[in-house]
């Protein structure tokens, strides 16, 4: 079959992605290639159509087990033979599995760079590679922002599989991490693919300086909008994940734990939890999320600062990859800086971490559209107003806070520059405790000068002051503040300081009219009640076949159903994401139920 033949017959769509027919061709024609797509944009496309139109067998190497499980799972349900060689099998079935390779039975296979390793010497005398595609290539990268040192043996790919092409593809690359994965990989004159890194359908959100319990409030309300979806939490640590956890069940909601602390099997059942929607919500470390292909993540929280844009663009990732409106919110405040400045400075690549976690604390803290930065980061040079995050929905206002500013500078200069964040601030707010009390600091000039703005406010004032290079923080000195050149400018008035208008965070969130979570993402002519019981029906099946309930039907697909409503196999079959293989599987018992749904409408 063409490729336009084996994407309608066994993935159900009538249509190519940007640059996935392009990649496909090239593959075919025998070239290798370096893929870049955002996560969700049908990188897997790109190797499963060549694959099936290829003589022999396609080896994809993939970092975990559970991400080989979903993409087998997946390919199994649209009709296509694909299996993986891993530890989670016995040796009856690996044994089974080979033989079937060995035969021509099995189109792709998956495995990890160890077991490639393992294998390699048996794939070269028993079987035809049509392929070989590397997933989560950043992974080779000594730049890359999750190095995995097993990844570098496959720079000598090429060298046992002389005559199969070679697909390297990630979501997460940099300008550095792309050249390096080149070199690392030795590829033969490939050419390189570079896919919008746009996911308009992500909304982008970052709430500053919020106390925890302001934190806690709207990641309730989160949950809220969308109850009985599926969600991600981020946390710094350990400590954190766990506790954010505990609170969000005293409130009665479906939550899992998932951090490097746990057992792998702990961490194995809290992931089939989450994948087969038996809990709504994790509160994850960043260890959680490389082998999740769960397609209706609808909304995904960062409770604190990511390392860098690479990690943050990819956790966002995670969320929407059926390309249906999901939220993201970033939480950002200054102890989450100074926690990873530290953990950037005791790294083995210092100068590289302090640099990645500028360019994301400079996100944070942007004043101009998020989504510009995102894609402009990645090398996609962007003028856009998204209309989907916070600053576009939001522009700030600006004021002259020279005097402002002057006063907490006056302050650190008083006290010998040997104060940090929050003594300044009880300086200015004239607050007596004891700390300020045993310096005598209360005998200053300016103490209590600023007692007529909020403690709050004073904080987010002092972190503008720092990205506008007023102030530095002394991370060798116990965090004391120092004055700049800039900020001696501003404090002897050589220079006026705008500061951005605070906006308190809105609370109309919490007082919205709460609606049925699924009306989130409802179209136009939709049935409501009939994508319900569509759900229903699809949760039933994936039940009885062990398998989660998008690897059935799509929530997409889902929506389609309930807008169209067609009643026989032949129009169930039109809708996208419906392929050959669901339509003769599934298509009866979906066709049976919106007929009943429509003859109890009259």
Not at 208 to 223: F, G, Q
Not at 523 to 532: K, W
Request: proline share 3%.
């Amino acid at each position: 079959m063409t490729a336009h033949e084996i994407l309608k017959t066994y993935y159900g769509y009538d249509s190519f992605r940007p640059l996935q027919e392009e990649i496909i061709r090239h593959v075919v024609g025998g070239g290798d290639a370096l893929v870049l797509m955002p996560t969700g944009g049908g990188k897997s496309l790109c190797y499963q159509i060549p694959a099936l139109m290829l003589d022999g067998t396609a080896l994809v190497v993939s970092p975990l087990i559970s991400l080989m499980k979903d993409q087998v799972d997946a390919l199994k349900s649209n009709g296509i033979c694909a299996e993986a060689l891993n530890s989670s099998n016995d040796s009856i079935t690996d044994a089974d599995i080979c033989q079937r390779i060995s035969h021509g039975e099995v189109k792709i296979l998956y495995l990890s760079p160890e077991r490639l390793a393992i294998e390699k010497d048996w794939l070269q005398q028993n079987v035809n590679i049509s392929l070989i595609a590397i997933d989560e290539a950043h992974c080779i990268s000594q730049w890359g922002h999750d190095f995995r040192p097993e990844y570098t043996q496959l720079g000598e790919i090429h060298e046992a599989f002389p005559s199969s092409p070679v697909l390297a593809l990630t979501a997460t690359a940099d300008k550095t991490t792309k050249i390096d994965i080149l070199k690392q990989l030795k590829l033969r004159n490939p050419r390189i693919f570079i896919s919008s890194f746009d996911r308009p359908n992500l909304s982008l959100d970052v709430r500053r300086l919020l106390t925890a319990k302001d934190r806690l409030s709207i990641i309730k309300n989160t949950i809220l909008r969308h109850r009985g979806e599926s969600g991600i939490i981020y946390c710094l640590s350990r400590k954190a994940t766990q506790q954010l956890a505990d609170k969000l069940r005293e409130s009665g909601f479906s939550v899992g734990v998932y951090h490097a602390g746990m057992t792998a099997q702990q961490r194995t059942q809290v992931q089939e939890d989450f994948i087969n929607d038996r809990i709504d919500v994790i509160c994850a470390t960043i260890a959680f999320g490389m082998g999740i292909d769960k397609s209706n993540v609808r909304f995904v929280i960062h409770n604190n600062l990511p390392k860098s844009i690479e990690s943050f663009y990819q956790e966002i990732g995670r969320g929407g990859r059926d390309g249906l409106n999901t939220e993201t919110i970033l939480f950002y405040n200054l102890q989450d800086l100074i926690t990873l400045k530290k953990f950037a400075e005791e790294s083995n690549q210092k100068d590289i971490n302090l640099e990645k976690l500028k360019r994301m604390e400079e996100y944070a803290e942007a004043l101009v559209c998020r989504r510009r930065i995102l894609l402009n980061y990645f090398g996609e040079t962007s003028d856009c107003q998204c209309g989907n995050c916070d600053v576009c929905k939001n522009p700030p206002q600006r004021f002259d806070g020279t005097v402002i500013v002057q006063k907490a500078l006056s302050a650190i200069r008083r006290t010998g520059q040997q104060i940090g964040m929050w003594a300044t601030i009880d300086i200015l707010r004239g607050n007596t405790n004891a700390a300020i009390m045993s310096k005598g600091y209360n005998s200053l000039k300016t103490f209590g000068v600023g007692r007529d703005i909020p403690a709050r406010e004073w904080h987010d004032y002092l972190l503008q002051m720092l990205q506008m290079g007023y102030i530095e923080i002394a991370y060798d000195e116990d965090m004391h503040l120092k004055v700049t050149t800039l900020g001696d400018d501003v404090l002897y008035g050589r220079k006026q300081a705008d500061l951005a208008v605070i906006v308190h965070e809105d609370k109309r969130t919490s007082r919205k009219k709460e609606v049925h979570p699924q009306l989130f993402n409802l179209v136009q002519g939709e049935d409501a009640e009939l994508f319900e019981k569509l759900r229903v029906l699809r949760r039933t099946i994936a039940d009885e076949i062990n398998k989660p309930a998008y690897i059935v039907l799509s929530d997409k697909t889902l929506h389609a159903l309930a807008q169209s409503r067609p009643t026989t196999l032949d129009d169930f079959g039109e809708i996208s994401g419906i392929g050959q293989y669901k339509k003769d599987t599934l298509g009866e018992r979906f066709t049976a139920l919106i007929r009943e749904h429509l003859s109890k409408l009259g």
